[in-house]
């Protein structure tokens, strides 16, 4: 991603992913009770996979744009 406007989306779509991810980490894993995802390791799983694809998001986003040789 080369544009700045790009760069801030994947930044924040990796954020809210993270975000998303550890919430249902967490009602998987039982310690976020009230939900019908508390106690699943369902949940666990697909809230595994969101986080470590928002930390993935996160760096491409973050990651600074080599400059061209001339």
Same mark, same amino acid.
Request: charged share 15%; aromatic share 6%.
């Given at each position: %991603?080369?544009?700045?406007?790009?760069?801030?989306?994947?930044?924040?779509?990796? !954020?809210?992913? &993270?975000?998303?991810?550890?919430?249902?980490?967490?009602?998987?894993?039982? &310690?976020?009770?009230?939900?019908? %995802?508390?106690?699943?390791?369902?949940? &666990?799983?697909?809230?595994?996979?969101?986080? !470590?694809?928002?930390?993935?998001?996160?760096? &491409?986003? !973050?990651?600074?744009?080599?400059?061209?040789?001339?």
């Amino acid at each position: %991603m080369t544009s700045r406007i790009g760069r801030i989306v994947l930044i924040v779509v990796g !954020a809210v992913a &993270l975000v998303v991810g550890g919430v249902w980490i967490g009602q998987g894993a039982n &310690l976020i009770p009230g939900s019908f %995802m508390t106690g699943s390791r369902t949940w &666990l799983t697909v809230g595994l996979i969101v986080a !470590a694809a928002g930390v993935v998001l996160i760096w &491409l986003g !973050a990651r600074r744009r080599r400059r061209p040789r001339r």
